[in-house]
């Protein structure tokens, strides 16, 4: 057997030996050096110093072919470990500092060489990556206003309320849903930006109690006005729904709507007074609170069904159908469960004096808002 085919046995060896060995090995001690020096100044050949020492060959071979190479330290090798005391400080950080990068946490707490993965595992156990909330902004006047309104509103049997609004519905999806998690090595999909051919879908629908009004499509093209908005109520809303309702329903029924140009002028207000919905029947809403109108939530869970796996739309007919299967998909419970929220949405107004509303109140300051209101 030749010494090149020697040479090839011993890696094929070396390289059985130490499958499944993980990790770096000890250097060379100097006593194997020496050894290495006199196996080799007696003749023996690479493979049998590999034998009689009991090394990996291309650690022999690394060291035959210069011996005074060492191996290598890493200058920049990152910093993997915080201490306690850091731990605190990237803790008390990231609660003074939302929103921020992880980068920028460290940074703030004079912590340098943790790489990227290491920082996120670090935050991941204390924090969780969020974006933030869009809210309209509310000064003192719209604070108050949404207070006193609350108030008034506190005793109202929220069953008897119709509450309303409008949703658009694109073609290409909903506008700011654009982030998702894609998968190492896959492409992100594309987003289509129309030029032209695009557009959407004007939806108008109303939920009381456990039951949904409509959907309703406003023909495209047509901008709702003061006008418009009228005779399309009278075209869908009052032909297809309130008409069959009993003179006791409709005498009790209040009727929701914000305060959209079309909906708060001195036309509409004057048109469903002729109709019989004025006075009590009309309930006032407070400026900048989409957050107070439970249909909100109905349209974001019609979004999720129509947007799943990110679909996209090619005519409005499509996106249409989409919209309608998935209003008749929301039963009567989810749409009571959200008729029945508003309880909690108005003691959180009055908690927090016409601020923003919250997810969740003290039972104990519930009890003192009862009692100070009911």
């Known amino acids: 057997m030749t010494s090149t085919a020697n040479i090839r046995c011993a890696q094929l060896l070396g390289n059985f030996l130490s499958f499944g060995k993980m990790g770096q090995k000890k250097d060379l001690t100097g006593s194997e050096r020496s050894k290495i020096v006199r196996y080799l100044a007696e003749g023996c050949s690479s493979l049998k110093t590999v034998k009689l ?218 048109w469903l007074s002729r109709k019989g919905i004025k006075e009590e029947k009309l309930m006032a809403w407070p400026p900048c609170s989409p957050d107070l109108n439970p249909i909100e939530n109905l349209w974001s869970i019609i979004k999720c069904e129509i947007y799943k796996e990110g679909k996209r739309y090619t005519s409005l007919n499509s996106v249409w159908e989409a919209v309608v299967a998935a209003a008749r998909n929301v039963d009567g419970e989810q749409i009571k469960t959200l008729t029945e929220s508003m309880d909690g949405r108005f003691l959180s107004v009055l908690a927090k004096k016409g601020g923003y509303n919250g997810r969740w109140f003290v039972f104990v300051l519930f009890l003192n808002i009862r009692n100070v209101y009911l």
């Open 53 to 270: 020492l009991k090394r990996d060959h291309r650690t022999i071979k690394r060291f035959i072919q210069n011996s005074q190479q060492g191996r290598k330290k890493r200058v920049d090798k990152p910093r993997c470990k915080i201490t306690a005391h850091e731990l605190r400080k990237v803790k008390r950080a990231a609660a003074k500092m939302p929103l921020a990068t992880s980068l920028a946490i460290f940074q703030s707490c004079n912590i340098t060489g943790v790489p990227k993965s290491t920082r996120c595992a670090i935050l991941r156990d204390m924090a969780k990556v969020r974006k933030a909330e869009r809210r309209p902004p509310l000064n003192k006047t719209h604070t108050r206003k949404r207070h006193d309104w609350a108030k008034k509103y506190l005793k109202t049997d929220f069953s008897k309320v119709l509450w309303t609004d409008e949703m658009r519905v694109s073609l290409d999806g909903p506008d700011g849903w654009a982030r998702g998690w894609i998968g190492k090595g896959q492409r992100a999909p594309v987003r289509l930006r129309r030029q032209q051919g695009g557009g959407g879908v004007l939806v108008w629908a109303g939920i009381i109690k456990d039951e949904l009004v409509g959907p309703f499509w406003a023909e495209d093209g047509v901008k709702l006005n003061s006008q418009s908005y009228c005779q399309f109520l009278e075209d869908t809303f009052f032909k297809q729904w309130y008409r069959k309702k009993s003179a006791s329903f409709k005498k009790n029924m209040i009727f929701m709507q914000d305060n959209a140009p079309s909906h708060a002028s001195k036309y509409s207000t004057a």
